[in-house]
């Protein structure tokens, strides 16, 4: 299928895990992807090297996407480079989980900008490319925590909760002009950090989906695929919950 032939997108985090899947399943599309990156150099090029070997179009550029004076240059190069952008995917984000009596301020302000302001920030510089040609797709991906909560990851929850506010508000101002916003929301996906986990962990989770098994990163990437098609041309302001029924 090659129904996203033409597109630019540019893909936050994408170097690894779920941001990884994405830019292979976006450019398997027809998309040429901006794989962006903060340290991972090394699997960011990994992936434009499987994408280019597939005959696809990628390249990757490094930003600290929670940072306004780093979002701003990235999105002038992609301009410069490909002249505009017809897909976002804010999917950078990180972790640092404890009960909220243990929990630094200083590591919920650093979870909060890296999940939600990067997406606000990085929302925020392709509106204005999106509005002028007056289409486009922003998707950003939210997780289950952000629905039902989970003990010890009040940072987390709390920025993922906001990526969903952040979507439908973004969703009504831009839709006159075209761009669609939506939010993809994870559960419990088999990732490089989930592969980590112990294995009574893994088990306890999986007894909590009706579906029997954990989700896949191509999974999460086919909904990604879907919201940026013109099939989900009529789709906007909505979460898509991908989690085998985890929190129905």
Do not use: H
Request: proline share 2%.
């Amino acid at each position: 299928m090659s129904d996203l032939e033409g597109k630019i997108a540019l893909v936050t985090g994408g170097s690894r895990g779920i941001g990884r899947s994405i830019c292979l399943k976006l450019a398997a599309r027809g998309a040429s992807v901006i794989v962006n990156y903060l340290r991972s150099e090394e699997a960011a090029k990994e992936t434009v090297a499987e994408i280019k070997a597939s005959g696809g179009d990628a390249r990757a550029l490094q930003a600290d996407v929670s940072a306004a004076e780093q979002v701003t240059p990235l999105f002038k190069e992609v301009s410069k480079v490909y002249g505009t952008l017809d897909i976002l995917v804010n999917n950078a984000g990180m972790t640092r989980d404890n009960v909220i009596m243990m929990m630094k301020p200083a590591d919920f302000d650093l979870v909060l900008a890296t999940n939600l302001r990067s997406c606000w920030l990085c929302s925020k510089a392709a509106a204005r490319i999106m509005m002028r040609k007056r289409t486009g797709s922003i998707i950003n991906i939210t997780s289950v925590v952000g629905i039902a909560g989970n003990g010890g990851q009040s940072n987390y929850a709390a920025s993922k909760a906001g990526i969903i506010g952040l979507s439908k508000s973004l969703a009504k101002e831009l839709a006159a002009r075209g761009v669609r916003v939506n939010a993809v929301a994870p559960g419990f996906v088999e990732t490089d950090m989930t592969a980590g986990l112990a294995e009574d962990i893994k088990e306890r989770a999986i007894e909590a989906i009706p579906l029997g098994r954990l989700g896949t990163a191509q999974e999460i990437a086919n909904a990604v695929a879907f919201l940026a098609s013109p099939e989900a041309a009529y789709i906007t302001g909505q979460t898509l919950v991908v989690d085998g029924g985890m929190v129905m």
